[in-house]
């Protein structure tokens, strides 16, 4: 696979936030054993009820309380900051899939025959739109002869057939058209 940039950066915030999931899920395993401690010493205390268990079971409850109070900060800062993790993800996999899409060997040598195949239609395109015309100039010598000259001696200018009937096969209107056409310029389409 090809070395990219924004790869690693995806993968930093992903281990970034596997790693903050993970000393959130070790914080909730130790606040569960306090509060186990803390039910012992309640225990404890109301089997043998001492100035020493009860001070035991009052700093064991601040110590759970504010254990507690901060997993649920750290908990709340950690679920309000994952979409921003999220969309940083989204963001730089776009980048990512530009980055590839560059760096692709086969993805150029696709564009290329694309390129090439296009021109190569765009060039056909135009010698179908032109045949007609072509074609209408050769036949004209067969009826505009010596003959025709005499019997339509000073009448308008024959002009024939409309051309732009017969090259519709390609169901293209003509915007379509003049937009293949512009684009196979730019991409040096050879019109003769």
Known sequence: MTESIVLPQIKAIIAE?????A???DYKTKLD????????AKIAREQNFSFETDKVVVEKEGLVNRIKRRY???????ENDLPKKVTSVERLFDKY?????????SVQE?????INSFKQTVE???????????????????????????????QMSFVGVNTYVYANKVPIGYETYQALFSAGRQLGAHFE
């Open 124 to 154: 056909l395109l135009n010698q179908y739109q032109e045949k007609p015309g072509l074609l209408k100039a050769s036949l004209l010598p067969n009826v505009v002869d010596a003959d025709f000259k005499t019997a339509f001696k000073g």
């Open 97 to 105: 899939v530009q980055e590839m899409w560059t760096k692709d060997p």
């Open 33 to 40: 054993a306090a509060e186990q401690e803390l039910e012992d």
């Open 23 to 25: 000393a959130l899920a």
């Open 110 to 114: 696709l564009e290329t025959q694309v």
């Open 72 to 78: 649920l900060e750290e908990t709340q800062f950690f």
């Open 17 to 21: 936030v596997n790693q903050k999931r």
